[in-house]
């Protein structure tokens, strides 16, 4: 009976077919490929997961009022090439110039925000427009060279050390764990969550009840912003350095984490467990075909597969709900 | 209202200026044809001359590389500029800023035949996709010259690159060393398509067929020349096969990509690494004997031979259809030789 009525529930039926999926991919890798298994290649799994896995988890929250943002891709490049720039050229102390890389991503995200909420462009024209502008500033800035923290003794173990000295268990997984603990909290006990949702659902019908739409639509998209300068501090971290070209491709694979992570692009349904479980079946996936040796180019057909199998998924799932 | 309006139209001039910014590359070439009616205009009787060295004009080259924003495209510029200067030449220098962006160079292309250029110097992503456009260029008496990937034979009267199959197997050379003529291989390349980049590992893979039967190649995986791409792709074929002995990457992106890889598996002791191209970071682990060494281009020399070779072309001088800009090999032992140390950039 428990068990039946928890499989009526939307939100739980979906996260038991996302994470029976991930199982399943888990498994068959396992079976294919013992060494998948392993305790190290699960930790590279995971690794692996930090960067989308934080862009999707800021992405999840836009996507979730309805909208999208393409440019978490180079602003999380952005975000770190000013703190590369902050500690080598204006000499931050090294805390200070991460701070300020957090704080680049919140701006850019803002105005992200204040374009969509204040300015009325389409989320997807105004964060377009946020990606060529801080793709273009990130080699400017960098002088399309890459910046490096050399300078700053143990940078790199920030991503890549390792946790209570545990063998490698990385601190980006850590990171990763902390952010989505934040991002649930501040989606399901907060009212930034629940006016996430209301605004996704029925924009008109929030503003009508009195929720100032356009402040909280800001304020998510900054938060966005945020999560990309965290994951810029992750992909410098482990790079050692800031690369200006990196960021364009990104936002697709943060996009395609949330959705598989049963975030509705139409708004007003998603959630963090779901996006954290779609950011791992993709570089579960990606990472199982290159174990197997199957070529580059099969490897990106079949996470397109994926993508669609998952999104038909969930639209059935909708109907018969 | 109006309010907004102007605001949303400030805003939008300001996108659109900070757009223009990122391609900054564009801007030289569209303002070229304005100065070119000037000139013609200052000298009618000149106007007729269509010799491209005609005196007191400077001739235009458009020169359109894979990319814009690595070190190598960088490098290859600051070369050309050198010989653009040298010669008496005015040039711009373009390039996508991703290097499977076909569709954005051919715009480039015909942006910059537009402009009337006395020859087109080209390093093309895709052959087919601008034949047609260079065949017609050629046919108003533009010179084509291909550099690094360059462009098909037909459509170019000289190319001037790097020979990656010889540079390929040169790193094979190197690494069948490395290894004591007999262990097993991984490779992380950069790309299927790029002409350049896929002979680079053909070259590296026959030569080690065709000398060295104890090796074996055990996987070869591709992650675009991103670094953190290619640290994952590193790491997962480690986890595939533990008994690769070395890695064999084929650009920079690749091998600091690799690099960071083995780095956070902790199996830099275990495998070698042999790269191509460089950069700080290499240089760096190189330096270290982290990375075993790696084959560096002469980007600088490659820029500044092919305006050289547009410049004969346009003055009607014969030119050798290839033209190797060379390739050498350099690890801790020779990188700060003065031969090599100018071929390595940042």
Same mark, same amino acid.
């Given at each position: 009976m428990k068990v039946k009525s928890l499989l009526k529930n939307k939100d739980v039926s979906h996260k038991l077919i996302i994470l029976a999926t991930f199982f399943l991919l888990v498994i068959f890798f396992s079976i294919m490929k013992p060494s998948y298994a392993s305790y190290d290649n699960i930790m590279t799994i995971l690794l692996a997961t930090c960067v989308n896995g934080l862009l999707a988890l800021g992405c999840s929250f836009v996507i979730i009022t309805g909208g999208i943002d393409i440019s978490v891709g180079t602003v999380m490049t952005f975000s770190c090439v000013m703190s590369g720039t902050a500690f /080598?050229?204006?000499?931050?102390p090294i805390w200070l110039a991460i701070l300020f890389g957090f704080l680049v991503g919140t701006l850019c995200g803002a105005i992200n925000g204040f374009a969509v909420a204040k300015m009325m462009l389409p989320p997807f024209i105004a964060t377009m427009a946020m990606q060529m502008i801080t793709k273009g500033l990130s080699l400017v800035v960098s002088g399309i060279k890459p910046v490096y923290f050399t300078g700053a003794d143990g940078y790199q173990n920030i991503a890549i050390g390792e946790f209570l000295g545990?063998?490698?268990?990385?601190n980006a997984i850590i990171i990763l764990v902390i952010a989505a603990i934040v991002a649930h909290i501040l989606f399901s006990r907060i009212l930034i969550g629940r006016y996430d949702l209301a605004i996704g659902s029925n924009e008109e019908a929030a503003r009508l009840s009195g929720i100032k739409v356009n402040q909280w639509k800001i304020g998510i998209y900054a938060l966005c912003g945020l999560f990309c300068g965290v994951a810029g501090l992750v992909m410098s971290s482990r790079l050692n350095s800031a690369q200006p070209q990196l960021g364009p491709g990104y936002e697709l694979e943060a996009i395609a984490a949330a959705v598989i992570g049963g975030?509705?692009? /139409?708004?007003?349904e998603g959630s963090i467990v779901g996006t954290l479980i779609g950011a791992l079946i993709i570089s579960s996936l990606t990472n199982g075909l290159r174990i197997m040796a199957v070529s580059t180019e099969i490897q990106s057909a079949i996470v397109g597969l994926v993508l669609a199998l998952a999104v038909f998924f969930d639209q059935m799932r909708r109907k018969k709900g | 209202m109006k309010k907004l309006l102007a605001v949303l139209l400030t805003l939008t001039m300001v996108a659109g200026a900070a757009v223009g910014c990122g391609s900054k590359s564009e801007e030289p070439a569209k303002s070229e044809p304005a100065q070119n009616e000037d000139a013609s205009a200052q000298a009618p009787a000149d106007a007729d001359t269509s010799a491209p060295a005609a005196d007191g004009e400077e001739p235009y080259i458009a020169m359109i590389a894979l990319g814009f924003s690595h070190q190598f495209w960088q490098a290859v510029k600051s070369g050309a500029d050198q010989a653009a200067a040298d010669l008496g030449v005015k040039i711009t220098f373009e390039g996508p800023e991703q290097e499977t962006m076909v569709d954005k160079q051919v715009d480039m292309l015909k942006t910059a035949l537009g402009n009337n250029p006395s020859a087109v110097c080209m390093a093309a992503i895709d052959n087919e996709a601008v034949a047609g456009i260079l065949q017609e260029a050629k046919g108003k008496g533009i010179k084509v010259v291909g550099f690094?990937?360059?462009?098909g034979e037909a459509e170019s009267e000289a190319k001037c690159s790097t020979d990656s199959l010889a540079a390929g197997a040169l790193a094979a050379e190197h690494a069948a060393e490395l290894l004591g003529g007999k262990g097993k291989i991984g490779i992380v390349g950069h790309s299927q398509t790029v002409v350049d980049a896929v002979e680079r590992v053909v070259g590296f893979k026959d030569k080690i067929a065709a000398d060295y039967p104890d090796i074996e190649i055990v996987d070869e995986q591709y992650g675009e020349g991103d670094h953190l791409k290619s640290a994952e792709v590193a790491k997962s074929m480690m986890q595939a096969n533990p008994d690769i002995q070395l890695i064999y990457t084929s650009n920079e992106g690749a091998c600091v990509g690799a690099y960071n890889g083995l780095k956070e598996a902790n199996k830099l002791k275990d495998v070698k690494l042999v790269g191509f191209d460089s950069s700080a970071a290499m240089k760096e682990a190189i330096k270290s004997g982290e990375i075993a060494g790696a084959i560096t281009q002469d980007p600088v020399g490659m820029g500044y031979k092919t305006i050289e070779t547009a410049v004969k072309l346009m003055n009607g001088e014969s030119v050798e259809s290839f033209i190797d800009t060379g390739c050498y090999w350099y690890d801790a032992s020779n990188m700060d030789d003065p031969k090599i140390a100018p071929l390595l950039y940042d």
């Open positions: /080598t050229v204006w000499h931050f545990i063998p490698g268990f990385y975030n509705s692009l /139409t708004g007003g | 690094d990937a360059g462009v």
